[in-house]
Each structure stands twice: as structure tokens, then as C-alpha cells.
């Protein structure tokens, strides 16, 4: 009899199960934030827990404990240096549940899943054209001179696009008029 051996099983056979929690561990790690149903969120919140918990503790130990459930050198590391070293003041509540709403297709509640602490990205700098640096010129007597260079300024040019002879149609397919035909106003959810 099974009494008191209830867990989200989310309809898998054990190692399909284990290896769907396993999966959204590792996408948690590397993403940081993922969208998922809430069920399986919830299934994976308690591994997620444990492994931001080992990584605090950031011993060869909890490593190889890491390792196991990972599976992989990259993401273990990713775990112990930058994901443990943010949550060192944290005992709990590493990951939260923001719910998305339900899904068309079959109507299941999605959610976002993610650390409560984020880092962010940092945008890059645009690329500018190279600076060049003032040369000097000797003059007559041997004293040096530095001569400014104004900087290359490279606009953007305009982009121009080319539009078909106004005689001519542009050519559409067969099926791209059949998809016309059966598009509904509905199906633009």
C-alpha cells in the first residue's frame, strides 16, 4: 500500500519523472528565470532549494553532491560561484512562483519560475569608431607640436528598400491563399 507516499508525480514513470525535474533545475541554473506550469514548478522548487543550499556551503562535498544531481562541471560551478555567493544571507526563498495565466491549448495554469534574486545583464556599450590618437610634427626649431586629428564620424546611412515595378504583383503561393480562406477573426487570440 502506498499511504503517506504522495508527491507531484506529474504522470511519469519515476526516471521520467526524475529526469523532468532534473531538466527544469538545470534551465533554472542557466536562464534564471523559466516559464513552466505550475505543477512542475512546484515539483522542481524543493530540488532547487537543496541545490542553492549545497552551494552556500560550497564545499568539495556539497559539490559532489551538486554534481549528481546536475550532471555537469559548468553548471556546478555556475551554482558555486555566482548563485550561492547572492543567496549568503538567505536561509530560505530562493526561488518564487509568479503566476502567468492558463494556456490555450490546453488550459494549464503557467507560471514563471525563478530566483528571487536576479542578475541582471549588463547591456553593451555600442561599438564607436576607432580614435585616433593626435600625432606630433617638429617644427622648424625641434619643439614638438600635436596636431589634433577630428575623429572619423561614421553615420548610420539610411536604409533603403527596394519595392517590386508597380505594374507587376508580387507573386503569393497557393497555400498562403488557401491559409486567407480558413483564417478566422478568432483564431488572433
Excluded: C, Y
Excluded at 26 to 46: E, N, V
Excluded at 167 to 183: E, L, Y
Amino acid at each position: 500500500m502506498r499511504h503517506a507516499k504522495k508527491r507531484l508525480q506529474l504522470n511519469r514513470f519515476t526516471s521520467w519523472h526524475d529526469a523532468t525535474i532534473k531538466s527544469l533545475a538545470r534551465s533554472l541554473i542557466l536562464a534564471q528565470s523559466i516559464k513552466t506550469t505550475l505543477h512542475r514548478a512546484k515539483a522542481a522548487h524543493q530540488m532547487v532549494e537543496k541545490l542553492i543550499t549545497l552551494a552556500k556551503t560550497n564545499t568539495l562535498f556539497a559539490r559532489r553532491q551538486a554534481q549528481k544531481l546536475l550532471g555537469e562541471h559548468k553548471l556546478v560551478n555556475l551554482l558555486f560561484n555566482e548563485i550561492g555567493p547572492r543567496f549568503s544571507k538567505r536561509s530560505s526563498g530562493f526561488t518564487r512562483i509568479i503566476p502567468l495565466g492558463k494556456r490555450r491549448g490546453d488550459n494549464a495554469e503557467m507560471v514563471i519560475f525563478e530566483l528571487t534574486e536576479i542578475k541582471k545583464k549588463e547591456a553593451k556599450a555600442p561599438k564607436h569608431a576607432k580614435e585616433i590618437k593626435p600625432h606630433s610634427v617638429q617644427d622648424e626649431q625641434g619643439q614638438a607640436e600635436e596636431k589634433n586629428v577630428e575623429e572619423a564620424k561614421v553615420e548610420p546611412k539610411p536604409v533603403v528598400k527596394e519595392h517590386p515595378a508597380k505594374g507587376k504583383k508580387p507573386q503569393t503561393k497557393f497555400i498562403s491563399g488557401i491559409r486567407s480562406i480558413f483564417k478566422k477573426k478568432s483564431d488572433s487570440l
